[in-house]
């Protein structure tokens, strides 16, 4: 029998093709590509507002913006429009030695947004570039003023700073570095701020546990010698490892330190810049300033790719007379299309107020999350704004984790499949303890919260008969 349009079976036919496509020719990143040997792959074929759809129809709540990116939500025609307008005017251009509009418009934009005397934008097209532009940056910085030997940079444990050479060499997760050592040198790493981990001798005081967490610091600075530390990479909350917040006065101790030293306070944003903790910038919630700010996908909310970093006007100097050049670039860097899409992006920002949407419900959110703590399962729930980690564990009374095969059964063996076929996206992760992680579009409102808790409670329950 022949299958006419439209009918059921040409829509299984052309699904099927497209599964057989995928699984011969599409590398999915950070995947175990032997999961969809006998699964199907899903394949998500529209979105709108906070949600997503597969291409059999089926809804899924967006809890994790994608990648921590959607924050405007899918399917704003608007600034699709402003991505047609400036392909019709000018589809491309590259930065090196030329400018144009929208890249000035932008960098203007984002200066006037970011905190002190950070005036000067580099655009770049991820996060990972952000991050290798201002190692770079450092580097020939110090070589400029006179400090040749400064070259290392600290960063915490667990944290994940990108997956290029020099960004993965300043990530602290072992596991996704040993494949590809030996890396650049000068990676050094110190404590995180998981308080529900925290060491027994500060595991009752989150003060004092901040106190010492900067003070390491400042120990590893002495030991590896100030003359050659460059900088400090800090997530204002850090996302690997479950979303862990900064004590009371932790970055006000660490801008205290980098001042002492001539060290430079790199705060990395790609996560938490643009709305994701109620301010443009994470920086200006916890109140510190740094030397640079590296950002991304909030920037655009994923409309099109771009990053980038801002830096003080100090770091310019050197650059900005004779024949000093910054010897670095990305030839997509500053594309006009995605800088028109990031000036529509602010627009829909300041038009809806999502910075106050946050801020107005993040503690409904908390709260909302909060109801899952009376699941044996759910150790900690922490974060800010709209970015949440859940722990789980396996005794709530000693905190007491997973085993790495515990971990693997419970996350990839069913965690990660189920919640997904319950209708939320989320992540589960075990770099570092195991976690769920929450941050869902910035146009979210208890509805969402309650039918993101909803789930996990379901889910959870289950997983807890499983163990």
């Keep these: 029998m022949t299958s006419q349009p439209g009918t059921g079976t040409d829509a299984d036919a052309a699904d099927s093709a497209m599964q057989a496509a995928a699984k011969r020719n599409l590398w999915l990143h950070f995947t175990r590509m032997s999961s969809y040997d006998k699964a199907e792959m899903p394949v998500i074929v529209r979105g709108s507002g906070p949600y997503v759809y597969d291409q059999h129809g089926k809804r899924y709540l967006d809890g994790l913006s994608g990648l921590f990116v959607s924050a405007i939500g899918h399917g704003r025609t608007e600034v699709a429009e402003a991505a047609a ?91 996704i570095k040993a494949p590809f050592e030996p890396l650049p040198p000068g990676g050094v790493r110190v404590p995180n701020t998981n308080f529900y981990r925290a060491p027994e001798f500060v595991a009752d005081d989150l003060d004092a546990f901040g106190r010492w967490a900067a003070d390491e610091i400042d120990r590893a600075i002495v030991r590896e010698g100030p003359e050659s530390v460059a900088a400090v990479f800090l997530e204002p909350v850090q996302n690997s490892g479950g979303c862990f917040p900064p004590p009371p006065g932790y970055f006000e101790q660490v801008r205290k330190i980098c001042d002492k030293y001539g060290v430079l306070l790199v705060s990395d944003e790609v996560i938490c810049a643009f709305g994701r903790l109620g301010y443009y910038f994470g920086s200006q919630r916890y109140g510190y300033q740094p030397d640079i700010i590296t950002f991304a996908k909030g920037a655009t909310s994923g409309y099109a790719p771009l990053g980038g970093m801002i830096t003080s006007d100090a770091l310019m100097e050197p650059f900005s007379e004779g024949t000093a050049t910054f010897l670095h670039g990305v030839t997509f860097a500053g594309h006009p299309v995605s800088c028109a899409v990031a000036l529509a992006n602010l627009d829909v920002f300041e038009k809806e107020d999502l910075l106050g949407n946050v801020r107005a419900n993040e503690a409904a959110f908390r709260a909302t999350l909060e109801k899952l703590t009376d699941l044996p399962i759910v150790g900690d729930v922490r974060g800010d704004g709209y970015f949440y980690g859940i722990e789980l564990v396996k005794d709530k009374a000693t905190r007491e984790t997973f085993t790495d095969d515990e971990s693997e059964r419970l996350l990839r063996g069913f965690l990660s499949h189920t919640l997904l076929d319950a209708g939320l996206v989320c992540r589960t992760d075990d770099r570092g303890d195991p976690v769920i992680q929450l941050a869902p579009p910035l146009i979210c409102t208890q509805e969402h919260f309650d039918e993101m808790e909803q789930i996990l409670r379901s889910v959870l329950a289950e997983a807890w008969t499983r163990i």
């Excluded at 960098?107 to 950070?118: C, H, V, Y």
């Design 85 to 175: 307008r400036q392909m019709s005017e000018l589809a491309y251009f590259p930065l090196w030695s030329y400018a144009h509009p929208r890249a000035i418009e932008l960098a203007q934009r984002l200066a006037d947004l970011a905190p002190g005397d950070l005036n000067r934008v580099f655009f770049t097209t991820s996060g990972s570039e952000a991050v290798e532009s201002a190692w770079k940056l450092a580097k020939q910085y110090f070589k400029a003023i006179g400090q040749p030997d400064r070259y290392k940079v600290i960063s915490r444990e667990i944290a994940y700073h990108g997956t290029s050479m020099g960004a993965l060499a300043i990530t602290g997760l072992a596991s």
